[in-house]
């Protein structure tokens, strides 16, 4: 089945730093979906972006779809963007399933 | 903003008895799931559901587990015996329209189930 990676693992920030965030996956994508899961375990979506480049507020995605990855970037970021990031993919071929990535777990400190 | 919305928050329960999660996903959508989230791993998908009917399972989705519309509202996951390692975060998802992964999924907030 389709591979979902994303980098880095692990990422510290000051407050008001950038950061970009990476997914790469392994074949042909419907629909690609960013999460952030907050300290309480919810899932919000960020994006919807199987391809192009979308912004909100602080954050924005671009999804490269003929090369196999998306980009989450966080500008000036706040100590409530903590948490663990997702991206997650469903596969051409009708296959109704997201698979996720093991996700980017953020942490901002004051 | 309409949500998908899942109860209870939090699922306490002895080994090997049966459990009801509970979701009402957004109105007007069509197209239902179920994921799993172990603690400190990543999500995975459980089961589709579209047109009262399982469209997509997991090889997780064993035996022991069922979906359920009873009443054109909610969709309901049920767990007949449960196990330790049934112990996850248990997350509801709707999708609006057809056309496989052409739309956004939106997930409820979760239900967190420890079986003891």
């Known amino acids: 089945g389709i591979q979902v990676e994303q980098s880095p693992p692990d990422l510290i920030l000051q407050e008001g730093a950038n950061s970009t965030l990476r997914c790469n996956f392994s074949d042909s994508v419907n629909n690609l979906q960013w999460f952030h899961q907050n300290p309480w375990g919810q899932l919000i979506n960020l994006f919807y972006?199987?391809?192009g480049t979308k912004q909100n507020g602080r954050l924005s995605a671009t999804t490269v779809a003929t090369e196999r990855y998306s980009l989450l970037y966080i500008s000036s970021s706040q100590t409530t963007d903590s948490g663990v990031y997702f991206c997650a993919v469903t596969t051409q071929g009708g296959s109704e399933k997201l698979v996720f990535g093991k996700g980017t777990k953020l942490t901002v400190n004051p | 903003e309409p949500e998908v919305t899942q109860t209870p928050s939090h699922q306490v329960t002895q080994m090997g008895q049966e459990v009801i999660l509970h979701c009402v996903p957004i109105s007007n959508h069509l197209y239902f799931y179920w994921y799993r989230q172990i603690l400190g791993q990543k999500v995975e998908f459980l089961v589709s559901f579209y047109n009262n009917e399982i469209s997509e399972k997991s090889e997780i989705f064993d035996d022991q587990f069922s979906v359920e519309r009873p009443d054109g509202s909610n969709f309901t996951l049920k767990i007949r015996s449960t196990k330790l390692e049934d112990s996850a975060m248990y997350f509801c998802a709707s999708r609006r329209r057809g056309g496989a992964g052409t739309d956004t999924q939106y997930f409820g907030p979760g239900t967190r189930l420890t079986v003891l």
């Open positions: 972006i199987p391809s």
